[in-house]
Each structure stands twice: as structure tokens, then as C-alpha cells.
């Protein structure tokens, strides 16, 4: 069983910056990949990014490439999402996921653990 805890979630103005945490419980967070996800009002939730168990490979959808950066700390049992050059558009609440997968999945169904999300309010 792993239990994710997200936190780092706001109100920021377009073109600023947030970093999102999700720390995870048990001693077996190396195991799994680790993916971002997000859902606006109304909107079905999408795929943000995903790490694979050793960080050494990430995916991101394109949306979001080139403005943020997943990226995990196996000792301290954490992944996280930085978010540069916001845009009214990344509003949403922001949920991470574990997969027992090496690297991980765009489709949230194959993801096994879920948190309960953080909400990212970007102003215009």
C-alpha cells in the first residue's frame, strides 16, 4: 500500500512559477513510476508527466513540455513538478499517481495509487 500527499499548490499570476511535492508512505517508492496529473472544472482529467523509478526517464504531454520539469528524490520518498511560465490554462487540480511500471503510463487507469490532489489557480 502507498499513501501520496501532494502540496506546493496555489494562486500565481501567468508567467510565474510553482513547484508541486508528492510524498509518498512505505519504503518502496523506488519501485514504482510516478506520474502528474490533472483535471480542470468540467474537464476530463489529462496526463501531465511521468518519471520512471530512477528518474532517469520522463515523459510530458505537450501542453506542458519545455515549461515543466518532473523529477523525484528516492530518498526522500519524493516527485515533483515544476512549473514554470504558468498560463491561465494550467488551472487545475494537480493529483500524482504511482504505477508499478518501470517508466510508467500516459493513461491514468494503469496507475495503481492516487493522492488527493492540490489545486494550481492561475490568474490572467
Known amino acids: 500500500q502507498v499513501q501520496l500527499v501532494e502540496s506546493g499548490g496555489g494562486l500565481v499570476q501567468a508567467g510565474g512559477s510553482l513547484r508541486l511535492s508528492c510524498v509518498a508512505s512505505?519504503?518502496?517508492?523506488?519501485?514504482?513510476?510516478m506520474g502528474w496529473f490533472r483535471q480542470a472544472p468540467g474537464k476530463e482529467r489529462e496526463f501531465v508527466a511521468r518519471?520512471?523509478?530512477?528518474?532517469?526517464?520522463?515523459y510530458y504531454a505537450d501542453s506542458v513540455k519545455g515549461r515543466f520539469t518532473i523529477s523525484r528524490d528516492n530518498a526522500k520518498n519524493t516527485v515533483y513538478l515544476q512549473m514554470n511560465s504558468l498560463k491561465p490554462e494550467d488551472t487545475a487540480v494537480y493529483s500524482c499517481?504511482?504505477?508499478?511500471?518501470?517508466?510508467?503510463?500516459?493513461?491514468?487507469?494503469?496507475?495503481?495509487?492516487w493522492g488527493q490532489g492540490t489545486q494550481v489557480t492561475v490568474s490572467s
Open positions: 512505505g519504503r518502496t517508492f523506488s519501485s514504482y513510476a
Open positions: 499517481a504511482a504505477d508499478k511500471t518501470e517508466i510508467g503510463s500516459t493513461y491514468s487507469a494503469e496507475y495503481d495509487y
Open positions: 518519471i520512471s523509478w530512477s528518474g532517469s526517464r520522463t
